[in-house]
């Protein structure tokens, strides 16, 4: 069984600009998330959809970062402008339910971002 | 609201030797508690979870982990670790009536000299 796909693994670019990431969870998982995780950090949830539709993006910095997951399975993160502190991993994961029961989430191996 | 504390950043430890990775957590409601560990450039793997029942847990690659609710700890240990246990660890905490949303700790990484 194929695991989560991102990419690209790597992306720098200068403040102010705008970047996207893109997520392919495992076949048939209901749930996806997105995660930042700044160096010498543990993850932080920035959004969790469910098929189509979000569950949580209380932690979103909406004023710069939009995610969107049409037809339910692949997911993009966008930031736009980007700024320093925006430096980090984005991490993607899925699990397969998506009630608030316990379901495992598998993570991909995640986009290393450099705002220079 | 949920949060985690890991008490040591970095675990520098020899090839065969035990090893305690700690972790504290913070509730007001029911937890579920978890460790990751994270390769470099790879995403995290759940090495083990409580959710219920006994509280010392087995995980993966010989670890386990002991849930103590009075001290709100639960300590990730290996009685004898191997130069490939080299990694970044993480303890995270989520909700038992919202388990889809983990709060992770810090990490700690573990660095095995031969």
């Known amino acids: 069984e194929a695991g989560v796909a991102q990419s690209p693994r790597y992306k720098i670019i200068e403040k102010r600009q705008s970047v996207a990431f893109w997520c392919n969870p495992i076949s048939g998982h209901a749930t996806l998330y997105w995660y930042q995780q700044i160096l010498g950090q543990g993850p932080k949830l920035l959004i969790q959809?469910?098929?189509?539709?979000?569950?949580?993006d209380s932690q979103l910095p909406k004023d710069r970062f939009s995610a969107e997951r049409l037809k339910g399975v692949d997911s993009t993160l966008k930031i736009q402008p980007a700024k320093l502190e925006d430096s980090a991993v984005y991490l993607c994961?899925?699990?397969?339910?998506?009630?608030?029961?316990?379901?495992?989430?598998?993570f991909g191996p995640g986009t290393r971002l450099t705002v220079l | 609201a949920q949060s985690v504390t890991q008490l040591d950043s970095q675990v520098p430890v020899f090839e065969e030797a035990p090893v305690e990775l700690r972790c504290n957590y913070s509730?007001?409601?029911?937890?579920?508690l978890f460790w990751y560990v994270q390769y470099p450039n790879q995403g995290l793997q759940l090495l083990l979870k409580?959710?219920?029942?006994?509280?010392l847990v087995k995980g993966i690659n010989g670890f386990e982990a002991e849930f103590n609710k009075s001290q709100t700890s639960f300590h990730l240990r290996k009685p004898s670790v191997h130069i490939s246990d080299t990694a970044e660890y993480f303890c995270?905490?989520?909700?038992?009536?919202?388990?889809?949303?983990?709060?992770f700790g810090d990490g700690t990484t573990l660095t095995v000299k031969p």
């Open positions: 995270a905490v989520s909700a038992v009536t919202n388990a889809g949303k983990s709060t």
């Open positions: 409580y959710l219920s029942g006994s509280t």
């Open positions: 959809f469910q098929n189509n539709g979000v569950v949580d």
């Open positions: 994961a899925s699990s397969l339910r998506g009630d608030r029961s316990y379901n495992e989430q598998f």
């Open positions: 509730s007001s409601v029911s937890v579920y």
